[in-house]
């Protein structure tokens, strides 16, 4: 048994693959947070600039 977890410890072959998801879920979620802050400015600056558009 110790021998089997001394081999699991060792082994990091899954390692690489774990590190890279937790990087792609990272980059997912800051790229998620910049498109809705993003869409939420310029909608309202597009709103603001048509309001100014159409009041005499």
Not at 5 to 13: G, I, K
């Amino acid at each position: 048994m110790k021998d089997v977890l001394r081999r699991m410890w060792r082994d990091d072959e899954g390692q690489d693959v774990a590190e890279y998801a937790l990087m792609l879920a990272v980059i997912l979620v800051v790229v998620i947070g910049a498109v809705r802050l993003i869409g939420t400015n310029a909608s309202n600056i597009f709103n603001a600039a048509s309001g100014q558009l159409t009041t005499p």
